[in-house]
């Protein structure tokens, strides 16, 4: 059985930092793309950032720069590291294991001072 658990999100002011982590488990971690994603009240998931098997990553446009994806085969964990923290970057975000349709539960990123 396939499981993700995201960890890490809270309540942060505008600037600020926040490291979010995905323990995967159930999975040969090492092999898949991963993907961190998020959704705002009111409006639909988007790609966050990207990361492959190889180490490749990729961002959205909006938080290049500011945010950094990773990982860690050795801990089956996927991280997305995000500074210089917007009140537009207020949403869920999710975890993602891309090509297929598992999900981790969500954790509230809230920036707003």
């Known amino acids: 059985q396939v499981q993700l658990v995201e960890s890490g999100g809270g309540l942060v002011q505008p600037g600020g930092s926040l490291r979010l982590s995905c323990a995967a488990s159930?999975?040969?971690?090492?092999?898949?793309?991963m993907g961190w994603y998020r959704q705002a009240p009111g409006k639909q998931r988007e790609l966050v950032a990207v990361i492959g098997s190889n180490g490749n990553t990729g961002y959205a446009d909006s938080v290049k720069g500011r945010f950094t994806i990773s990982r860690d085969n050795a801990k089956n964990t996927v991280y997305l590291q995000m500074n210089s923290l917007k009140p537009e970057d207020t949403a869920v975000y999710y975890c993602?294991?891309?090509?297929?349709?598992?999900w981790g539960q969500g954790t509230q990123v809230t920036v707003s001072s």
């Open positions: 993602h294991v891309e090509n297929n349709n598992y």
């Open positions: 159930g999975i040969m971690f090492r092999i898949y793309a």
